[in-house]
């Protein structure tokens, strides 16, 4: 390996984070010196494409820092972000992912992915950027996760709708402002005002 492309993957590798074959190819790396590197135990398959030095260490949200990195656009959205917030009693198997109505996904072999379309304001409105392991992870608000869970609760069921409400009033997770107007955004107000008059 050259000195240039070796000072290439020391970047990659900066703060030991992941990184996929791809940005590796587009630094200047050819994949065959990722998979030699691989084989000499200088870098680790984490799976399919995804590499990273052997001082990396995953976190209890690795799953969403592996995802992000395959779908960058997608958000963490509904039962997934329920439990990244700590809002409720939900402990998904499978990652909650929206995507753009017109979107292709990748191929996600490491983890089952629920995908849920989506399109106009709902794929802006309401997100955070959360860094995970070095990963810029797009994750719904907790008040936009529980208006979510309005929107989408013929597929979650609305016992589940109203556990995150109750949570969400109940743990000041976020305000009551920031909560309405997710709801107004997303044209939800009146579906969810008779659960939360219910709560009061």
Same mark, same amino acid.
């Given at each position: 390996?050259?000195? /240039?492309? @070796?000072?290439?993957?020391? =970047?990659?590798?900066?703060?030991?984070?992941?990184?996929?074959?791809?940005?590796?190819?587009?630094?200047?790396? =050819?994949?065959?010196?990722?998979?030699? #590197?691989?084989?000499?135990?200088?870098?680790? $398959?984490?799976?399919?494409?995804?590499?990273?030095?052997?001082? *990396?260490?995953?976190?209890? =949200?690795?799953?969403?820092?592996?995802?992000?990195? +395959?779908?960058?656009?997608?958000?963490?959205?509904?039962?997934?972000?329920?439990?990244? =917030?700590?809002?409720?009693?939900?402990?998904?198997?499978?990652?909650?992912?929206?995507? @753009?109505?017109? /979107?292709?996904?990748?191929? &996600?072999? *490491?983890?089952?992915?629920?995908?849920? $379309?989506?399109?106009?304001? /709902?794929?802006?409105?309401?997100?955070?950027?959360?860094? &995970?392991?070095?990963?810029?992870? $797009? &994750?719904?608000?907790?008040?936009?996760?529980?208006?979510?869970? *309005?929107?989408? +609760?013929?597929? &979650?069921?609305?016992?589940?709708?109203?556990?995150?409400?109750?949570?969400?009033?109940?743990?000041? +997770?976020?305000?009551?402002?920031? #909560?309405?107007?997710?709801?107004? +955004?997303?044209?939800?107000?009146?579906?969810?005002?008779?659960?939360?008059?219910?709560?009061?």
């Amino acid at each position: 390996m050259t000195p /240039a492309m @070796d000072r290439r993957l020391r =970047h990659l590798t900066r703060r030991g984070q992941m990184f996929r074959l791809h940005e590796a190819t587009a630094a200047g790396v =050819h994949p065959e010196v990722v998979r030699r #590197l691989t084989r000499q135990g200088l870098l680790v $398959r984490l799976s399919r494409g995804l590499y990273a030095p052997p001082t *990396f260490k995953a976190t209890e =949200h690795h799953t969403l820092a592996e995802v992000a990195k +395959r779908v960058p656009n997608g958000i963490v959205c509904l039962l997934t972000a329920l439990r990244f =917030h700590g809002l409720g009693t939900q402990h998904p198997r499978e990652i909650w992912l929206a995507v @753009d109505r017109r /979107a292709g996904i990748p191929r &996600i072999e *490491f983890t089952p992915v629920r995908v849920v $379309r989506l399109s106009g304001e /709902a794929l802006s409105t309401g997100i955070d950027v959360h860094d &995970i392991e070095g990963v810029p992870v $797009r &994750i719904t608000s907790p008040a936009r996760t529980v208006t979510d869970c *309005f929107k989408f +609760r013929s597929r &979650i069921g609305v016992d589940v709708a109203v556990e995150a409400l109750r949570e969400y009033r109940r743990g000041r +997770r976020g305000t009551i402002d920031e #909560l309405w107007l997710q709801a107004d +955004r997303l044209s939800l107000a009146k579906v969810m005002r008779p659960y939360w008059d219910a709560l009061s």
